[in-house]
Nanobody, 118 residues
Framework: QVQLVESGGGLVQAGGSLRLSCAAS????????MGWFRQAPGKERERVAH????????YYADSVKGRFTISRDNAKNTVYLQMNSLKPEDTAVYYC???????????WGQGTQVTVSS
């Protein structure tokens, strides 16, 4: 069992930056692929990025490539999402997720709101 707690969301102007953090409980963090998803009002949840167990590989949605960076610190059981050059269309609830496979859908955090004003 893994519990995930996100932090770092908030209100930012377009062009600004935010850093999301997700702290995981348990001693098996390194065994999970970690990811970030988001869901905007009236839209389906979409994958933003995910990162492999050692941090050696990562995936990004086309909409965030070059602007967002996912990273993890296995010693701290934490995964991060650095978001730069934010756009109003990035406004959503952002969820941290953990999974045994790259589906990254075994465990979910409660979500943190990110709002980007124009």
């Amino acid at each position: 069992q893994v519990q995930l707690v996100e932090s770092g969301g908030g209100l930012v102007q377009a062009g600004g930056s935010l850093r999301l953090s997700c702290a995981a409980s348990g001693r098996t963090f390194v065994t999970y692929v970690m990811g970030w998803f988001r869901q905007a009002p009236g839209k389906e949840r979409e994958r933003v990025a995910h990162i492999g167990r050692s941090g050696g590989y990562s995936y990004y949605a086309d909409s965030v490539k070059g602007r967002f960076t996912i990273s993890r610190d296995n010693a701290k059981n934490t995964v991060y999402l650095q978001m730069n050059s934010l756009k109003p269309e990035d406004t959503a609830v952002y969820y941290c997720a953990a999974g045994i496979t790259s589906s990254v859908d075994d465990y979910w955090g409660q979500g943190t709101q990110v709002t980007v004003s124009s």
